[in-house]
């Protein structure tokens, strides 16, 4: 939960953001939009803390929480929502027979009601006292520029 962090730029023009990130996890950029950090070193089937801007969508955050529920359980076995507000969400899910905790939370940054950014971190049940508090963390400190 305290783990030390930095800010990170991505994106372009209208697009960029600044995030809090865990200081010394590995970065790959997915796709324009689309954005990964790994702690170093880690087991298989271990942390993941994933970035993604969804505006283009022009969906409200209710529709897309809602819509990525029923996602989840066409896409993943096992799946139980362990927890759930209006604008996140804490499952379970097993994939290739290793159980896994996700927590995923939007984020509008302009007022306009729609999900602008989507946050997510996957990782142990031992980790998930660790993922409750990153994600909540980088939420707080996602701005815009």
């Known amino acids: 939960p305290d783990l030390p962090m930095t800010r990170q730029v991505v994106g ?5 953001m600044s995030i809090p990130v865990p200081r010394g996890w590995r970065f790959s950029e997915n796709s324009l939009n689309e954005w990964q950090w790994r702690p170093p070193d880690q087991p298989p089937f271990g942390y993941v ?3 993604e801007q969804v505006l283009s969508n022009r969906r409200s955050i209710d529709w897309t929480l809602s819509r990525r529920i029923d996602e989840l359980n066409e896409d993943e076995q096992n799946v139980r929502v362990l927890g759930r507000t209006p604008s996140s ?3 379970s899910y097993v994939t290739s027979n290793h159980l896994r905790h996700g927590y995923l939370t939007w984020i509008d940054l302009t007022g306009s009601d729609n999900a602008q950014v ?3 971190v996957t990782g142990r049940a031992s980790d998930q006292d660790g ?5 909540q963390r980088v939420a707080d400190g996602t701005r815009l520029g």
Do not use: Q
């Open 12 to 16: 372009a023009g209208d697009f960029r």
């Open 49 to 51: 803390l994933r970035v």
């Open 89 to 91: 969400l804490h499952f």
């Open 118 to 120: 989507e946050i997510a």
């Open 131 to 135: 993922m409750a508090a990153l994600i």
